[in-house]
C-alpha cells in the first residue's frame, strides 16, 4: 500500500464462511476495533495470529493495541457488527466467491492468495488507464 | 469457411469481452484506506481464520 500512496484505496469486506469457529468472531472484533479508531492495528493482528482467534485471544490483543477492553468485549459479546458482516456475507454469495482473499481492482476479480507482484501489475494497468 | 470466420470472430470478441469484465462492488460504509478519489480502488473479502 505504501508503494501507492494517495493512489489506492484499500476496502475490506468480511466473508467469513469458510469455518464456523472463529471467523465470524474475528471479524466481529475487526470493526469493535475499527469504532476505536484502530481498524488496521487489530487487522494485521488477526492475520499476524491467525488461526489464535477465539475470544481470549482477541481480547488479549485488544489490550496489545492499548484499546478500551471493556467497550471492546461488550462490541464483541453483543456481536454489534453482525448486520454489516452479514451484508457483506450475502455480497460475497451474490458475487459467487468461493474463495478468500478475493480482490476488486477497480472491478477486475483475482480470486486467491497471489504475489504480491501480480496483484502490482494490475494496479499498475490500472493507473494508467486512469491517466488516459 | 465463413461461417468459422463469424464463428472465430464470435470466440474473440467473447474471450475478450470475459476478460474486461468488471464487478461493481459497493463500498458502503466497510473499512478503508487511501483517498476516497483515488484513481485505483482494491475492494478485498477477507476470513481472518
Given at each position: 500500500?505504501?508503494?501507492?500512496?494517495?493512489?489506492?484505496?484499500?476496502?475490506?469486506?468480511?466473508?467469513?464462511?469458510?469455518?464456523?469457529?472463529?471467523?465470524?468472531i474475528?471479524?466481529?472484533?475487526?470493526?469493535?476495533?475499527?469504532?476505536?479508531?484502530?481498524?488496521?492495528?487489530?487487522?494485521?493482528?488477526?492475520?499476524?495470529?491467525?488461526?489464535?482467534?477465539d475470544r481470549n485471544?482477541l481480547i488479549?490483543?485488544?489490550?496489545?493495541?492499548?484499546?478500551?477492553?471493556?467497550?471492546?468485549?461488550?462490541?464483541?459479546?453483543?456481536?454489534?457488527?453482525?448486520?454489516?458482516?452479514?451484508?457483506?456475507?450475502?455480497?460475497?454469495?451474490?458475487?459467487?466467491?468461493?474463495?478468500?482473499?478475493?480482490?476488486?481492482?477497480?472491478?477486475?476479480?483475482?480470486?486467491?492468495?497471489?504475489?504480491?507482484?501480480?496483484?502490482?501489475?494490475?494496479?499498475?494497468?490500472?493507473?494508467?488507464?486512469?491517466?488516459? | 469457411?465463413?461461417?468459422?470466420?463469424?464463428?472465430?470472430?464470435?470466440?474473440?470478441?467473447?474471450?475478450?469481452?470475459?476478460?474486461?469484465?468488471?464487478?461493481?462492488?459497493?463500498?458502503?460504509?466497510?473499512?478503508?484506506?487511501?483517498?476516497?478519489?483515488?484513481?485505483?480502488?482494491?475492494?478485498?473479502?477477507?476470513?481472518?481464520?
Open positions: 500500500m505504501d508503494t501507492f500512496k494517495g493512489k489506492v484505496r484499500l476496502v475490506i469486506k468480511n466473508y467469513p464462511y469458510k469455518y464456523r469457529d472463529f471467523s465470524h474475528a471479524a466481529e472484533a475487526s470493526l469493535a476495533a475499527g469504532d476505536q479508531g484502530k481498524y488496521w492495528e487489530m487487522h494485521d493482528l488477526l492475520i499476524k495470529n491467525s488461526p489464535k482467534l485471544n488479549k490483543y485488544a489490550k496489545e493495541i492499548g484499546l478500551d477492553v471493556k467497550a471492546f468485549t461488550e462490541s464483541l459479546d453483543k456481536m454489534k457488527h453482525a448486520a454489516r458482516i452479514e451484508k457483506d456475507k450475502k455480497l460475497a454469495l451474490d458475487l459467487d466467491l468461493y474463495n478468500t482473499p478475493t480482490f476488486f481492482i477497480n472491478g477486475r476479480m483475482v480470486i486467491g492468495d497471489r504475489p504480491y507482484e501480480y496483484l502490482k501489475k494490475i494496479v499498475d494497468e490500472e493507473l494508467k488507464n486512469a491517466k488516459q | 469457411m465463413k461461417k468459422l470466420m463469424v464463428f472465430l470472430l464470435l470466440l474473440v470478441v467473447a474471450v475478450s469481452y470475459a476478460a474486461e469484465q468488471r464487478f461493481v462492488v459497493p463500498v458502503e460504509d466497510s473499512p478503508s484506506q487511501g483517498p476516497n478519489n483515488a484513481p485505483v480502488t482494491i475492494i478485498e473479502f477477507i476470513d481472518f481464520q
